[in-house]
């Protein structure tokens, strides 16, 4: 009989690593654990019930709020409001950042952030989406909590992980103590343990890039992209492209095959799109603790100081080598 673990006793186990352990960090990862199954069985009958479609809303950023974006974000808000680990939390949908003030929460050590359903706009066409989270202690002291628990540089990050539901479920996080995957067994409702100490090859052959902005990238991007399509035995050229416009979804099967995945300032958008709080900084976590390098292109992307919940940055995240050489371009030719 193989010996299975769960997801829970996983967590369990992993708890004496932390000098500080209370209970409460391994509480709100099962917590999260818990909304990503409800979320998960909503998306498994997307298609038979009426919550796909736009809500008829927009977010902060102005981007249309999908019916699955509005339903996954509540369950998780109210997964950590009532859980008492959480003081607060900040979300890719909302304005600001929401302060809970019930009994034990509003004590609670932690603020979390969060992406509900990274990857909405393939929700319509059945392609795979995810969930994106970060964990943080909060910094204010007790009492509600305060802009200045959320504006943490991303090496503050306790936790972090995303949950890709895709042809399986799968639950992947860290702790900063490496990089471990669960898959969810839908026969009993469990988060499995399947990838243990996941690393990201320093090398591949993926590349995921939108080139549809490839007019408006910088010349040392374009010149990049150029690079990987010349053919060459001895690097394995022609790369081949995979891009699915979803975050989670590109970045995990970079993390398994090797690639890079690059998402830069453009003329359209000169900050970048991707948002640092909520994707950016929980998955630059995992790509390093996998072993893999994410930068701005100019800098670690967890070394940002935030100055504000909503704001945006360039992404340059994947294989260790892969990335080095997208930098040789953009450093030789800007």
């Not at 859980?83 to 929401?98: H, M, P, R, T, W």
Request: glycine share 10%; net charge negative; proline share 4%.
């Amino acid at each position: 009989m193989m010996n299975i673990k769960t997801l829970n006793e996983f967590i369990l186990d992993k708890q004496h690593e932390f000098p500080y352990a209370s209970g409460d960090l391994t509480r709100l990862l099962n917590d999260i654990g818990i909304a990503s199954k409800i979320i998960n069985r909503e998306v498994r009958k997307a298609g038979l019930v009426n919550i796909l479609g736009a809500a008829g809303t927009e977010n902060i950023q102005g981007e249309d709020q999908q019916k699955l974006d509005v339903y996954a974000d509540n369950q998780f808000i109210n997964a950590f409001k009532y859980g008492g680990q959480v003081c607060a939390i900040a979300s890719e949908e909302n304005d600001d950042f929401l302060a809970f003030d019930n009994e034990p929460s509003k004590h609670g050590k932690y603020v979390v952030t969060f992406d509900p359903l990274d990857g909405s706009s393939n929700i319509d066409v059945n392609v795979s989406i995810g969930t994106i989270f970060s964990i943080y202690r909060r910094v204010s002291t007790d009492g509600p909590a305060q802009l200045e628990d959320f504006l943490q540089k991303g090496s503050e990050q306790i936790a972090a992980g995303y949950v890709v539901y895709g042809p399986s479920t799968m639950l992947v996080y860290t702790t900063g103590k490496g990089v471990n995957g669960f898959t969810l067994d839908p026969s009993i409702g469990v988060y499995c343990l399947s990838h243990p100490n996941m690393k990201m090859p320093d090398d591949g052959r993926l590349y995921s890039f939108n080139e549809g902005n490839y007019n408006t990238y910088s010349k040392g991007l374009q010149k990049y992209c150029d690079w990987v399509k010349e053919e060459d035995k001895s690097t394995g050229r022609p790369y081949s492209c995979r891009y699915i416009a979803s975050m989670v979804a590109d970045i995990h099967r970079n993390l398994i095959k090797g690639g890079v995945f690059c998402y830069p300032a453009t003329a359209g958008s000169p900050n970048g799109k991707l948002r640092l709080l909520y994707e950016c900084n929980p998955m630059a976590f995992i790509v390093e603790q996998a072993g893999g390098v994410a930068t701005t292109g100019n800098q670690r992307i967890m070394d940002i100081q935030p100055t504000s919940l909503h704001q945006r940055v360039p992404v340059i995240m994947g294989s260790k080598n892969m990335v080095n050489k997208v930098l040789e371009f953009t450093q030789q030719y800007g």
